[in-house]
């Protein structure tokens, strides 16, 4: 695998592009900038931006930490799994998903359709990024960043079976990695 063009963009795989669906959807562990680079593509793209999350607590009408704390991770995965199906089969825009989207076997199935992009980060500028964990409910209890770096090495193989491309998000803006995504979809 080369970087595409000298940028941090890495192709993994070949994607055919549908009429229907996300333009983008992007994934990675928490705090890798999914929805605030997902925000800029969108906007220089002129197409909607959703990030599944927020999709999830308008539908449940709760935070995502309470429905972890009443209903359990089990539930709050049943009903991710509902509501990213809908989002990648409705949205056209720019779409990010929470870091555990990828856990679930249906949802990695649905994304071998979709231009999925990985945002990568070092453990090292996860700490900054993620603070004390609060709000992250897979990171709360003692030590949030041991935490982070146990759950995205669980994850990384469904990130990168689920991925057409990884993206190097180390000390570089999201400015930049917006515009380095932009680039690669209007060559499509």
Known sequence: ???DQGTRLT???AVEFHEQGPRLVLVGPMGAGKSTVGRLVATALDVPFL???AEIEREAGQAIPEIFAERGE???RVLEERVIARLLAEHDGVLALGGGAVTTPATRARLNRAPVVRLVLDPALAKKRIGNGKGRPV???E???ARWIKVSREREPFFAEVSTWALDTNDISPEELASTLVRELCRR
């Open 11 to 13: 192709r993994l795989r």
């Open 139 to 141: 990171l709360a209890g």
């Open 1 to 3: 695998m080369s970087p």
């Open 51 to 53: 990030d599944s999350d």
């Open 74 to 76: 089990e539930h709050f």
């Open 143 to 145: 030590d949030p960043l």
